[in-house]
């Protein structure tokens, strides 16, 4: 009898293995390889006969698993197998990252004499001189009115904490090839190796000539706050902490559709937000700009309060503005009554259970990523909408329904800024991609391959900047 294995869900990708198999020729093989790795929990996504011979075959099976250890596993499961050796073992996702993730492509001919002497010398100097008699024509005659700098220090990189710039990289390589699926944004990153936070505005700002906006991620709070708006202070370019805003701009639009679900608009939202981090921080002040009224928040000291002595400076201006109610306790506490709760926190700190002591018709996003504050499965028998960062639920909230069509918007328009306005009227963007039509609780999101998305985002920036009278500015 086979014992059942107890883990969570394998992915579809993330973790993903391709073995290199020697067999017989057997037909039965392949049906019993993919029973074998069934059996221990994975997922067979191809199984392909590479190489075939009059007494053995050569295949390629390719599998998911839930995390490495799994993918463990399921090697050991298929080599218990009588007439299989496993040849070798490859890690799909390590074999795409091989050489990195993006490259620099010119996008002119460079076939002949004249080519090069347009391109580059002499011809190119007389664009720099044009450029040095007028500055503005910078955007105008180079990558910089298509280009965003994508900067790190590596302290707060996905779930993984501090594990430096050179670690972040990868990432910083995935937001720029982001950047440039989703909006044709040429995008670089750029991964510092300092985290004072003078030394990395410093360096922002001698590097800003080269670009249209700026794009901070992956920076530990509080520092983050500091950085961007020191930034914002002193360059001309758009820069904007998609830690922050990007999540904040996608959960109101998100929120805005489940509040269409259960009839309920935002200021009558009694709303719970677990997490007073960064992305806490950014998502409430856009709620109660926006025009919620009844927002408290969760964090590891309790429910923040305005007379809670213990508060750091960054709690302390959360508490002055939530928590109109004074509740005062633990996240079930804050949880009771409450129509909406979102968690930008930790996995697993919401038992399940407590959902039932929400209002009638309540919503959950659960966004901590990878492992939700709450069990997703269980949340979606209690809850009327259930929202989380995965790719495997439904209703996956993810920054790049915002973030690419926002910088297409400040680069096409050339803003000099990021504001508040343009953050609600992106939210109001993503959410009426979403007609009454297709609304309902599965699906208050769309798709991040919609293929309106950067687009509509985008226009709904431009209308926000206010038009140059000269139009060479």
């Known amino acids: 009898m086979t014992e059942s294995i107890q883990r969570a869900r394998a992915t579809t990708a993330s973790y993903s293995i391709t073995m290199r198999l020697h067999t017989g020729t ?24 590479v190489d075939s011979h009059p007494d053995s075959l050569v295949i390629d099976l390719t599998a998911s698993a839930s995390d490495g ?51 580059y010398t002499p011809g190119v100097g007389r664009v720099s001189m044009a450029i040095a008699e007028h500055p503005e024509d910078a955007r105008r005659l180079t990558i910089k009115g298509n280009a965003v700098a994508v900067v790190t220090d590596g302290t707060a990189v996905l779930g993984l904490g501090d594990i430096g710039p050179k670690a ?31 030394e990395i505005v410093r360096t922002v700002e001698l590097i800003a000539p080269g670009f249209g906006g700026v794009n901070l991620e992956d920076i530990a709070a509080p520092k983050c706050f500091e950085i961007e708006a020191k930034l914002r202070e002193r360059l001309d370019i758009p820069v904007f902490h998609d830690d922050q805003h990007g999540t904040a701009i996608v959960v109101l639009a998100a929120l805005t559709n489940a509040l269409r679900c259960i009839d309920m ?55 002055e503005q939530t928590n109109p109610r004074g509740v005062v306790g ?64 439904p209703n996956q909230i993810n920054n790049v329904l915002a973030f690419p069509g926002v910088f297409r918007g400040l680069l096409d328009a050339r803003a000099r800024d990021v504001t508040t306005e343009m953050l609600i ?41 206010p038009k140059d009278p000269d139009p060479q500015g």
């Open 69 to 119: 250890d799994h993918a463990n596993e399921l090697v050991e499961a298929v080599e218990t197998l009588e007439g299989v050796r496993v040849h070798k073992v490859s890690d799909r996702v390590f074999l795409l990252h091989l050489g990195g993730k993006i490259s620099v492509e010119p996008k002119v001919n460079l076939r002949t004499r004249q080519d090069l002497a347009m391109a």
């Open 265 to 319: 608009k935002l200021p009558d939202a009694r709303i719970l937000v677990s997490g007073g981090g960064a992305a806490g921080s950014a998502i409430v002040q856009l709620l109660l700009a926006a025009g919620a009224r009844d927002v408290t928040v969760y964090d590891r000291i309790g429910l923040l309060h305005r007379d809670d002595e213990r508060l750091t400076p960054a709690w302390r201006a959360l508490a």
């Open 168 to 198: 972040a990289l990868p990432v910083m390589e995935g937001k720029a090839a982001l950047f440039k699926r989703f909006a044709g944004i040429d995008a670089w990153p750029i991964c510092l190796d300092t985290t004072d936070v003078d």
């Open 26 to 49: 057997d037909p039965a093989v392949i049906g019993e390889l993919a029973t074998k790795v069934a059996e221990r929990g994975g997922i067979t996504t191809a199984l392909d006969v």
């Open 330 to 393: 633990d996240l079930r506490t804050g949880l009771r009554g409450a129509d909406v709760f979102i968690g930008v926190s930790a996995p697993r700190i919401l038992d399940a259970a407590w959902i039932d002591e929400m209002a009638e018709q309540r919503i959950v996003f659960a966004l901590a990523n990878p492992d939700p504050e709450v069990d997703i499965h269980e949340a979606t028998k209690r809850a009327t909408v259930v929202a989380s960062g995965r790719s495997d639920y």
């Open 425 to 465: 009227k992106a939210a109001e963007a993503i959410a009426s991609v979403v007609t009454d039509e297709q609304l309902n609780p599965n699906y208050i999101i769309p798709s991040v391959f919609h293929p309106d998305m950067s687009k509509t985002v985008a226009r709904a920036i431009v209308d926000c900047v």
